[in-house]
């Protein structure tokens, strides 16, 4: 297994449009973490599933973004009405969940440019 | 309330060892980490503790952590210039779906 793949890497759009990224996790993992990080800062929670129930958003999270695990595998983060301010590194991770603790393992991100 | 704070920067000399600070305010934290960002790329795991642990050493990182005073450390003996990076330290409690609270970051320069 590669670990956990991101794409696109780079995405540059104009404000307003939609954007949607894919995460596809390390296979036997049923947790999936999105993150987002601004220049100079540590990431930021977003969502997590588990297989294909989403467990928790963040207030971060507006109306205009949503997240789906249709399958309990990969996921999509779509973001509409695209503004200045979405701007970051989006990031994603996968864990198990039992027993014990299992660390997140993360993908290389998407980073998101407004024009 | 979930904080977490480290130092910005932190610059050595290789061969040196370099110890990277954190603090964090939630006690029921039951987990912490600490991981390694190069700059364009993910984040790498590169250690964690668990709360109830006082220390953890694999290979060149040592971390200690002071669950009283809330501080963790990571220790990387004889730092080479491939380890300059970001560090990030994070939080988790594992009754909460494991989401993890970042710092900062700390910026590692590593001169030859």
Not at chain 1, 43 to 71: I, M
Request: one cysteine or more.
């Amino acid at each position: 297994d590669t670990g956990v793949s991101q794409d696109p890497r780079h995405k540059i759009t104009k404000r307003g449009q939609n954007v949607t990224f894919r995460c596809d996790p390390i296979s036997e993992h049923n947790r999936l973490y999105w993150y987002r990080q601004t220049l100079g800062q540590g990431p930021e929670f977003l969502t997590y599933f588990q297989n294909e129930a989403q467990l928790e958003k963040s207030r971060l999270l507006s109306d205009r973004f949503s997240a789906e695990r249709p399958k309990g595998s990969f996921s999509t983060l779509e973001i509409q009405r695209t503004e200045q301010g979405d701007s970051a590194m989006y990031l994603c991770a996968s864990s198990g969940s039992h027993p014990g603790n299992q660390p997140q393992h993360f993908g290389d991100g998407t980073r998101l440019s407004i024009l | 309330g979930e904080d977490v704070e480290q130092s910005l920067f932190l610059s050595v000399r290789e061969g040196d060892s370099s110890v990277i600070n954190c603090t964090y305010t939630d006690s029921s934290s039951t987990y912490l980490y600490w991981y390694k960002q190069e700059p364009g790329a993910g984040l790498q795991l590169l250690t964690y503790i668990f709360s109830n642990m006082d220390m953890k050493q694999d290979q060149r990182l040592t971390v200690l952590l002071n669950k009283k005073d809330k501080h963790l450390s990571l220790r990387i003996a004889d730092t080479q210039t491939g380890d300059s990076a970001i560090y990030f330290c994070a939080e988790s409690k594992h009754n909460q779906g494991g989401k993890l609270i970042f710092g900062q970051g700390t910026e590692l320069s590593v001169k030859p």
